[in-house]
T-cell receptor, first 114, second 113 residues
Framework: GNSVTQMEGPVTLSEEAFLTINCTYTATGYPSLFWYVQYPGEGLQLLLKATKADDKGSNKGFEATYRKETTSFHLEKGSVQVSDSAVYFCALSDSGSSASKIIFGSGTRLSIRP | DVKVTQSSRYLVKRTGEKVFLECVQDMDHENMFWYRQDPGLGLRLIYFSYDVKMKEKGDIPEGYSVSREKKERFSLILESASTNQTSMYLC????????????FGPGTRLTVT
């Protein structure tokens, strides 16, 4: 079945460091890929998405490129801030049907030191 | 902005109690979902609904039931709470065919003692 694997955390970085959080997926067909973020005490919110191969999703300085050849969707940011401290979830949606489910990875906790 | 609200942020119940978790969305979304979130396990789908009175089991439906009598409201029911149901419960909603994004509520942290 479809699945998402992301790097285990926690990840601790200093402010202004470069961030990569790895994500790979297993899916049949052509899934859409997402990164969701969960700030402390809140629910998840969509950070960025890509709906087809070679698409690049971007938001708030974060980027991820849909790589079908490596089945990956790694999250990157060039210079992290303390306010980026959160849990990040990679996810996929296996079809565009209204009843399709989203499958989430286990989450990666990111902590940024001032 | 889409808003998904959940009835409680924190809840403490005793083993064997019947527990109701309520979720309301204000964007006329067809699809609604209940997840539980546990450390190291990410989000696991309990039940979802794609229309009023329609429901489908997710990955871990045992010990839970749901109700969707109105489009905007989706309730999760623990018939007889157990300590292994202590968790964070997240509700989400999603629009129709062309919409990919799920909108989440803030979560209910349930403790069963």
């Amino acid at each position: 079945g479809n699945s998402v694997t992301q790097m285990e955390g926690p990840v601790t970085l200093s402010e202004e460091a470069f961030l990569t959080i790895n994500c790979t997926y297993t899916a049949t067909g052509y899934p859409s890929l997402f990164w969701y973020v969960q700030y402390p005490g809140e629910g998840l919110q969509l950070l960025l998405k890509a709906t087809k191969a070679d698409d690049k999703g971007s938001n708030k300085g974060f980027e991820a490129t849909y790589r079908k050849e490596t089945t990956s969707f790694h999250l990157e940011k060039g210079s992290v801030q303390v306010s980026d401290s959160a849990v990040y979830f990679c996810a996929l949606s296996d079809s565009g049907s209204s009843a399709s489910k989203i499958i989430f990875g286990s989450g990666t906790r990111l902590s940024i030191r001032p | 902005d889409v808003k998904v609200t959940q009835s409680s942020r924190y809840l403490v119940k005793r083993t064997g109690e019947k527990v109701f978790l309520e979720c309301v969305q204000d964007m006329d979304h067809e699809n609604m979902f209940w997840y539980r979130q546990d450390p190291g396990l990410g989000l696991r789908l309990i039940y979802f609904s794609y229309d009023v009175k329609m429901k489908e089991k997710g990955d871990i439906p045992e010990g839970y039931s749901v109700s969707r009598e109105k489009k905007e409201r989706f309730s999760l029911i623990l018939e007889s709470a157990s300590t292994n149901q202590t968790s964070m419960y997240l509700c989400a909603s999603r629009g129709g065919y062309s919409s990919y994004e799920q909108y989440f509520g803030p979560g209910t942290r349930l403790t069963v003692t």
